[in-house]
């Protein structure tokens, strides 16, 4: 089936860790993003790719680092510099023409402990 | 200003219509989305309306678009409990790949 798969699904880390969550999609979509979601709030964009080898920091990308070596593959890494990563982290991907509509993949919890 | 705006909260019955309200922000958005997230679970994309639309319906969904106010609003009708969720406005940044996000309202449906 065609989609987006991100995992873990949930991840505890301890402080001082990185830890890297995997997305995948073989949606053959050109972009494809990293959103962070705290309870309660909306989306905010940490990075995003529109071609590979190639991305740009979105609005909260201090603390986080990604790599884009493969069309498929957009993996996220948070690292000790991030001060508070506990949170719901979403990829996402799209085409790069017309309507550009964003489809999600299931999300991953990260807990700090 | 700079943020999509939702209310956080919407309570309706079982067999009402729910309408959600959104404000967006900028007045050349050309794509206009409304996703609906699930406890635990990432975001499905419900409908989207183009920018020179002023209607879309499918099935029990209809979305309305007035331009002039910056007004997107969601209707669901004869609600159920399996509509209980938070539903997501965005709008799609002209020249640009990213999306704009509300923060969420969060419907709950009682029997």
């Known amino acids: 089936d065609g989609g987006i798969t991100q995992s873990p699904k949930y991840l505890f880390r301890k402080e001082g860790q990185n830890v890297t969550l995997s997305c995948e999609q073989n949606?053959?979509?050109?972009?494809m993003y990293w959103y962070r979601q705290d309870p309660g709030q909306g989306l905010r964009l940490i990075y995003y790719?529109?071609?590979?080898?190639?991305?740009q920091k979105g609005d909260i990308a201090e603390g986080y680092s990604v790599s884009r070596e493969k069309k498929e593959s957009f993996p996220l890494t948070v690292t000790s510099a991030q001060k508070n990563p506990t949170a719901f982290y979403l990829c996402a991907s799209s085409i790069s023409e017309g309507e550009n509509t964003i489809y999600f993949g299931e999300g991953s919890w990260l807990t700090v402990v | 200003g700079e943020d999509v705006e939702q209310s956080l909260f919407l309570s309706v019955r079982e067999g009402d219509s729910s309408v959600i309200n959104c404000t967006y922000t900028d007045s050349s958005s050309t794509y206009l989305y409304w996703y609906k997230q699930e406890p635990g679970a990432g975001l499905q994309l419900l409908t989207y309306i183009f920018s020179n639309m002023d209607m879309k319906q499918d099935q029990r969904l209809t979305v309305l678009l007035n331009k002039k106010d910056k007004h997107l609003s969601l209707r669901i009708a004869d609600t159920q409990t399996g509509d209980s969720a938070i539903y997501f406005c965005a709008e799609k940044i002209r020249n640009n790949n990213d999306m704009r996000f509300g923060a969420g309202t969060r419907l709950t449906v009682k029997p």
């Open positions: 949606l053959n979509h050109d972009a």
């Open positions: 790719s529109q071609i590979v080898n190639d991305f």
